[in-house]
């Protein structure tokens, strides 16, 4: 599959959200291993995964949570 790996941060009500691509398109044959191998490597800890494998809900060590999602071409 070609896709990008995106990650959103909620900032808060004042701020909205920010919104990054951390892994640019590419063929990435395991979404899920990505992500998991992204939030490992920035000390994210899993705290939900989607059904389909293609996002994930994790927490930083500020406590703010981040979502890293697969967006396909």
Do not use: F
Not at 18 to 37: A, C, F, G, L, N
Not at 50 to 59: Q, T
């Amino acid at each position: 599959m070609k896709a990008q790996i995106t990650l959103t941060l909620w900032t808060g009500p004042a701020y909205g959200i920010v919104k990054r691509v951390v892994v640019p398109y590419e063929e990435i044959v395991d979404v899920r291993s990505q992500m998991d191998h992204y939030a490992e490597e920035h000390g994210l800890t899993l705290a939900l995964a989607g059904e389909d494998g293609k996002s994930c809900l994790y927490w930083n060590d500020e406590g703010k949570m981040i979502r890293l999602a697969a967006e396909e071409l």
